[in-house]
């Protein structure tokens, strides 16, 4: 088998003194997402997609956030880590495609800025990077604006 496809999911509480970080984008807004490192939904949910892909588990088992190592941590840098994991696996990412739902901010402004650190994270091409935003609708605890979650897949080739 030469191709693998893997799934992520990420939620995190939005928290007053806090920083917005989405794709490794610091967003304006008033709340921020709470978690032990930046709480970057979308990076997360695409670490757990590649290592979905390869049944290497999930970011919790390589970054615990039990683990004060990690406290604070850069996402973007963790990403890079499960990158260079995947490709010594002997695999290589082929496209990832993701969908972050917030009721705010707009986040259409912020999305190629996002796909570009991505892109340049994982050594891809921006066009294989797909960023999308929706709302809930206000239905749910994310539709109350308690919370922001991201939805990732990921397409990994043999190297």
Avoid at 2 to 26: C, E, F, K, M
Avoid at 101 to 128: F, G, Y
Avoid at 150 to 159: H, I, K, P
């Amino acid at each position: 088998m030469n191709t693998r496809i893997g799934n992520g999911y990420d939620i995190h509480q939005l928290s007053a003194g806090r920083p917005l970080i989405l794709g490794g984008v610091n967003i304006p807004h008033e709340l921020g997402l709470l978690g032990h490192s930046d709480a970057d939904v979308l990076t997360h949910a695409i670490m757990d997609a590649m290592l979905g892909a390869l049944s290497l588990g999930d970011i919790g088992h390589y970054f615990p956030p039990t683990d004060e190592k990690w406290a604070g941590a850069d996402s973007l840098m963790l990403l890079k880590q499960v990158n260079e994991l995947v490709q010594e696996k002997g695999w290589k990412v082929s496209n990832i495609d993701s969908v972050i739902v917030a009721e705010r901010p707009k986040l259409k402004p912020h999305i190629e800025t996002m796909r570009s650190k991505i892109s340049s994270t994982l050594n891809l091409n921006p066009d294989q990077v797909g960023i999308k935003a929706t709302t809930n609708e206000k239905l749910d605890a994310v539709g109350r604006e308690e919370g922001i979650s991201a939805y990732a897949v990921a397409l990994l080739m043999a190297d």
